[in-house]
């Protein structure tokens, strides 16, 4: 019998006791909102009333006042008549007079009658808002490309009245359903006006996405769809200020020249501060592994201005971008593995990958491996993708801009590797969360690499 099946029936259970937990946690939280809601649209109902009350209250009293008035019209009028009737006796009673002698009003109100039959009609009718169903997300339909996200949804009924359509999402490292507490909240994307929508220059940190979309019209906000889960996996690390040279301010996305960078420090206070920088690594994910820089010695030393990334490659496909800051003065990008010497230089062993530019004195744009260098007859990209597909032994340098192939190397990778950068008189920002781009995978596929050309340095790693 295989020695492994109680774990996994143990992690079964408890995925499956993680679920459970999670379900009655929605259904506390579903619960709760009845009790809110239900308080919250019975206010707004008696407050709805009390307005159509309060309307019906002032057009009583105007109409009333509209009849006080006109009662006391025809009252002043006839009361003149009757006082002429008085002096009647002192009045020649000529025939053509008496035909004058008419009132000038009349007992008659029809004119301010009113009739609410239509309005009763519509009061008898008063309903509760028509709320748009909840629209269904086509997963199927969904897609995951190029650092974006494409949302598909369709009605399950047509509803022409519906105005626009709210999209929730948020990231999340939880597989399946959503949470209802989880460490980051909802965003929203409003008026939508189609049954799609794609969100565009995301970074991918996490493992997932969560989603889910409502319809709305005029008056009111439906349900919420079923929420659905993308996966949107992607290489994330930062530079490691653990593994760096003392002359290098290392940020987390960020290294800079400091040619003052470890002066003044005696040997003590740098044991401390690399005991410091130490730690413990991270839990291995997938084709990655965080791992830290060898204790109690300084990481890089001498003309080895390098600093490496905080994550280790073991398999899979990934990439990263770096942009020099402006005036950079000379800078290398590529992999190398873990055991690279506190005094080698990236593209000066067997053991390191890179691309080199230098704008120092005479530029220069080359391939580096091996201490062999081979000149790249390109312009230099503003920015730099890095392609490293460790299964296939191949690393391969982009324009990340316009995607243009600048080298490949193919190799056989018998360890893992981890960026690596040097740079030396200016500094170097890292762009990390980023799937490989569909360009590339395209180009991969088609060109098998273009490995040809560069013979020279295309070598098997030992």
């Not at 001498?302 to 800051?325: N, P």
């Not at 008189?425 to 991969?444: D, E, I, K, N, Y």
Request: neutral net charge; contains cysteine.
């Amino acid at each position: 019998m295989d020695s492994g099946w109680l774990p996994r029936i143990i992690a079964t259970l408890a995925n499956k006791n993680e679920e459970l937990h999670n379900f009655i946690e929605t259904l506390s939280h579903l619960l709760a909102g009845v009790q809110v809601n239900s308080s919250q649209v019975v206010s707004d109902l008696e407050e709805e009333f009390d307005t159509l009350f309060s309307i019906l209250e002032e057009s009583k009293e105007s109409m009333t006042n509209t009849i006080k008035q006109e009662q006391a019209r025809k009252s002043h009028e006839l009361q003149v008549i009757t006082a002429a009737k008085q002096i009647k006796d002192r009045v020649t009673m000529a025939p053509a007079f008496r035909l004058t002698m008419k009132p000038k009003a009349t007992d008659n109100m029809t004119h301010l009658m009113v009739d609410f039959s239509q309005e009763r009609q519509l009061l008898q009718g008063l309903r509760f808002l028509p709320v748009p169903r909840a629209p269904e997300i086509e997963v199927q339909d969904c897609m995951v490309l190029d650092n974006a996200v494409t949302v598909v949804w369709r009605m399950p009924v047509e509803d022409s009245k519906i105005d626009h359509y709210i999209l929730e999402y948020r990231k999340t490292n939880h597989e399946g359903l959503p949470r209802v507490k989880d460490e980051r909240c909802w965003e929203l994307v409003d008026n939508i006006k189609s049954t799609e929508h794609t969100l565009t220059g995301l970074k991918f940190d996490s493992k997932f996405m969560n989603f889910r979309v409502r319809a709305c019209n005029k008056a009111a906000a439906g349900d919420y769809s079923d929420p659905v889960t993308l996966e949107t996996r992607a290489f994330n690390f930062d530079f490691d200020s653990s593994s760096s040279h003392l002359n290098l301010k290392v940020e987390e996305c960020s290294v800079e020249w400091d040619p003052q960078g470890g002066k003044g420090l005696d040997s003590k206070v740098k044991g401390k501060e690399n005991k410091g920088r130490s730690g413990t690594p991270s839990p291995k994910r997938g084709s990655t592994t965080r791992s830290p820089a060898p204790r109690g010695r300084d990481r890089f030393t001498g003309e080895s201005y390098t600093v490496l990334g905080d994550t280790s490659i073991d398999s899979g496909q990934h990439y990263w971008e770096v942009k020099a800051l402006k005036d950079c003065k000379s800078y290398s990008v590529g992999v190398a593995f873990k055991n690279l010497g506190k005094f080698d230089q990236l593209g000066k062993t067997n053991t390191t990958w890179c691309i080199h530019i230098n704008n120092w004195l005479q530029n220069s744009f080359a391939a580096k491996h091996n201490n062999k260098a081979k000149s790249l007859d390109v312009s230099v990209p503003e920015r730099i993708g890095v392609y490293c597909d460790f299964d296939g032994g191949q690393l391969s340098f982009y324009n990340a801009e316009s995607k243009q192939l600048l080298h490949t190397f193919k190799t056989k990778f018998t360890q893992p590797v981890v960026p690596a950068f040097m740079v030396w008189c200016g500094g170097l920002s890292l762009s990390t969360g980023l799937q490989v781009p569909s360009a590339v995978r395209s180009f991969q596929k088609t060109e098998n690499g273009l490995g040809g050309s560069n013979s020279s340095l295309n070598s098997m790693a030992h």
